[in-house]
């Protein structure tokens, strides 16, 4: 008698943990939530009784509750059963622009992928991570994954550098209108174009802003009077 319950105990034992461990790892062989890309791709949408995953920088989410999105038909559906990290910055999502490469994005937008996958842990569920560029065959990080996440830092500290930066010398006033065009203008001080130093650094590109100077500062390099307005103007058309 008491050896029977305690078969039946032990049946019940396996049971429970055989559920358990397939609800943890839907499909993988080895127990851990490792995809392989030809696995990801299942979960595309296309077949209605499984769920929808996306990867993102090698994590992958289940996203089937925003089927509407990720779903056959939805705007992002080409996101659904792969890693297209590169399409979150590109919004190119055809053809080798759904690639999970970001080779050659700037700090700023390499940042921006890895708060949309900051998006997709705060939003869905994590359910593995995919095997390939950002995690190894034992699901350890890559040096990809760590060189992403060193440059999206690396852009965290350049933005907040330049916001400091930025706040020593106020920004020009500006509005715009359909019948008057731009006008940019200072309170105090005489509106000059700069450029930002740390841009370049952040994404590649020069940009330039309107800054106040103040008269005795106007003999600092690198500061560029507005076409066609005055040396002493307080405000300028753009
Ligand atoms: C780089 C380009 C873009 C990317 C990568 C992108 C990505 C996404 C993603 C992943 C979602 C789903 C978020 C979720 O799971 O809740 C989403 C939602 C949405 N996107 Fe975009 N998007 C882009 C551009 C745009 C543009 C240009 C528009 C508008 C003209 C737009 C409008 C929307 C709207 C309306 C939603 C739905 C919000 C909701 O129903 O909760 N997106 N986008
Ligand atoms: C989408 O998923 C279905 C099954 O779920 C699979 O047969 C098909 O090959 C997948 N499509 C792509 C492009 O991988
Ligand atoms: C998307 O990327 C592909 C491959 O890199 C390129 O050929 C195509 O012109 C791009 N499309 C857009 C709209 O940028």
Redesign the pocket.
């Known amino acids: 008698m008491a050896n029977r319950l305690v078969t039946i105990f032990i049946t019940c034992l396996v049971a429970l943990l055989a559920v358990f461990f397939s609800y943890r790892s839907p499909q993988q062989p080895n127990g851990q939530s490792l995809f392989t890309v030809e696995e990801l791709a299942l979960y595309n949408g296309t077949d209605e009784s499984l769920p929808i995953f996306l990867g993102i920088l090698g994590s992958v989410f289940d996203?089937t509750k925003?089927k509407?999105?990720?779903g056959v038909g939805g705007?992002?559906n080409h996101?659904a059963g792969r890693d297209a990290s590169r399409?979150?910055?590109?919004?190119n999502f055809t053809g080798d622009g759904l690639t999970d490469s970001l080779r050659g994005l700037s700090n700023t937008e390499v940042k921006s992928v890895v708060e949309?996958r900051q998006?997709?842990f705060k939003?869905?569920t994590f359910v593995g991570k995919l095997v390939g560029r950002y995690y190894d065959s034992q699901g350890n990080p890559t040096k990809s994954l760590k060189g992403v996440e060193a440059k999206a830092a690396r852009g965290a500290q350049l933005l907040e550098k330049q916001k400091l930066e930025e706040a020593k010398q106020p920004s020009c006033n500006s509005r715009w209108s359909q019948d008057e065009g731009g006008e940019v203008w200072c309170e105090d001080g005489f509106p000059r174009l700069v450029q930002r130093p740390l841009e370049i650094a952040l994404t590649g590109k020069m940009s330039k802003r309107c800054a106040c100077f103040k008269d005795y500062q106007l003999d600092q390099p690198g500061l560029e009077v507005y076409e066609g307005c005055d040396f002493l103007a307080k405000a300028c058309r753009v």
């Not at 399409?87 to 919004?91: C, I």
């Open positions: 996203v925003g509407s999105h990720y705007s992002y996101f399409a979150f910055v590109s919004g949309w998006f997709y939003g869905y």
